[in-house]
């Protein structure tokens, strides 16, 4: 006697290939959309050719100039490209997906780097960068069951919800973080006013702390600095609660002496960080 499972999937990928349908509907060509074939071929056009220019992207879509300016325009707000001397490259969203997927696209910061601080703390270590009003996690090293979850699930989080964004937001300049608050919705007035009380101390101290989850996981967070000085990205450890909070000192210490090695680092822009 045989018996047999149903599988949705397999079901699914049957009634493709028979030019069938599926929930009731029938099944048509994948369409070519004149937006998204142009969103697209920018993205295609940085990954090949960093660096690009406004004229350059313009002249590979051969498209009206005003549309490419709010492509490129809608795709660095949301951190897909980013902007050095008005040349263009891929940005930190990208790579916040590859992290979601479970694979590493290593930056900056290499993944050893982040392997060698995991060992030396065993906590989870995050690599995030700013785009725009939020902070994107693009590599990870250790594991954290919870905390890793969280990071994939969720890859575009306000600054004020995290000890790196928090990190980052206190080495701005007053102007910048002013706007930025202000931007902040009435859901967020006590997260603004939780960051105004900790600013002066994440400033003095370069370390920034989050509770998360139900009190269940802890965060110690600092800016990785490029060799000018300007925070480029932030790092974070992860882990629980109850075994975090009685070594803040210790993990500041431990932190900050593995990213000012990095930030002694030559690098020239070439990807998100």
Avoid at 21 to 29: H, I, Q, Y
Avoid at 78 to 100: C, D, I, M, S
Avoid at 170 to 176: G, I, L, T
Avoid at 207 to 220: D, M, P, Q
Wanted: aromatic share 6%; glycine share 8%; charged share 20%.
């Amino acid at each position: 006697m045989t018996s047999e499972h149903h599988n949705p999937d397999i079901d699914a990928n049957a009634a493709l290939k028979r030019g069938g349908s599926l929930a009731g509907r029938p099944l048509r060509e994948p369409q070519n959309h004149r937006t998204v074939d142009r969103v697209t071929r920018i993205l295609e056009e940085v990954v090949y050719k960093p660096g690009m220019t406004f004229a350059d992207l313009a002249r590979a879509l051969d498209a009206p100039k005003s549309s490419v300016h709010g492509f490129i325009q809608g795709l660095l707000a949301k951190g897909w490209l980013y902007e050095v001397n008005h040349q263009f490259y891929l940005g930190p969203a990208v790579y916040g997906l590859t992290l979601a997927s479970g694979h590493i696209r290593a930056g900056l910061v290499t993944h050893n780097d982040l392997a060698t601080l995991h060992d030396a703390t065993g906590l989870a270590v995050f690599l995030g960068v700013q785009a725009g009003d939020h902070l994107i996690y693009i590599a990870e090293a250790g594991i954290d069951a919870v905390a890793g979850f969280e990071a994939r699930s969720n890859i575009r989080r306000t600054l004020l919800v995290t000890a790196g964004g928090k990190a980052l937001l206190a080495e701005q300049p007053s102007f910048e973080q002013a706007a930025y608050l202000r931007r902040r919705g009435p859901q967020e007035a006590e997260l603004v006013e939780t960051f105004l009380n900790e600013c002066e101390s994440i400033r003095k101290t370069r370390i920034a702390t989050n509770l998360r989850l139900s009190g269940t996981r802890f965060a110690v967070g600092t800016t990785v600095r490029n060799q000018s000085g300007e925070s480029v990205a932030a790092i974070t450890l992860m882990g629980p609660a109850s075994d975090m909070q009685h070594r803040v000192q210790e993990l500041s210490d431990v932190l900050l002496g593995h990213v000012d090695v990095w930030s002694k680092r030559a690098t020239r822009p070439r990807e998100a960080i």
